[in-house]
Structures are given as C-alpha cells and as structure tokens.
C-alpha cells in the first residue's frame, strides 16, 4: 500500500514536500517512482530512487527543481519540489517497482503498485 500526502496550492515559485508512505513492503527492495498527470494530458514521468537512494533519475521538467529521496526507516520516499510553475499542476502519484534494474523506470507501466495521488495546484 503506498499513500501520498503533502500537495495543497502553493503560488508559482514557492516549494512543496510530497511524502509517499509504503506499508507492506520495504522500499529498499524496489524501485520508487513518482509520476504525474494533468487534466487532458499523459501521465509523465517525474522522478525514481532505487537502491536504497544511490541511483536517482529525474525527468526533464524536474531536472534542476525537484529532489527524490527516501528515508529507510520511515518507510518513505519524498519528492521536494522547489520554485513551482503553474505547469507543474497536475495529480502526483507515487509508485513502486519490484523490478530494481530496469532501464525504462520512466514508464509507467514497469511500476507494479501505485498510490491514490495528491493533487498539487500551482497558482500564477
């Protein structure tokens, strides 16, 4: 089970911590990702950790702004995202993937669990 929390409306330029929480499993034995989907668009790939925080990968529009990590012991992963823009509005989704060395973690589709998601709303 893997539960997102931390979105909310925040104003273009300013910062959200998003927090995925896994139960029922142990997220250093997977790959985590995160994801996103706006209304009317696909869903894109934002950011995966895998072994234990020493691989990440960011997709080009969190390059530079956003930071995946994860803490272990809690359980969670978190994705920092710094100096928002109202394009980064969309439902985030944390993921998981019981494969640990896959090279498309940026698909979707190789992820085996997925939370509800968090809506984050960036206001212009």
């Known amino acids: 089970h893997l539960a997102e929390s931390g979105g909310g409306l925040v104003q273009a330029g300013g910062s959200l911590r998003l927090s995925c929480v896994v139960s029922?499993?142990?997220?250093?034995?997977?790959?985590m990702g995160w994801f996103r989907q706006a209304p009317g668009k696909e869903r894109e790939f934002v950011a995966c950790?895998?072994?234990?925080?020493?691989?990440?990968y960011y997709g080009d529009s969190a390059q530079g702004r956003f930071t995946i990590s994860e803490d272990t012991a809690k359980n969670t992963i978190y994705l920092q995202m710094n100096n928002l823009k109202p394009e980064d509005t969309a439902v985030y989704y944390c993921a998981a993937d019981t494969y640990l060395y896959s090279f498309t973690y940026y698909r979707g589709g190789e992820y085996d669990y997925w939370g509800q998601g968090t809506q984050v709303t960036v206001a212009s």
């Open positions: 950790t895998r072994w234990s925080g020493s691989q990440t």
């Open positions: 029922g499993g142990t997220i250093s034995t997977v790959a």
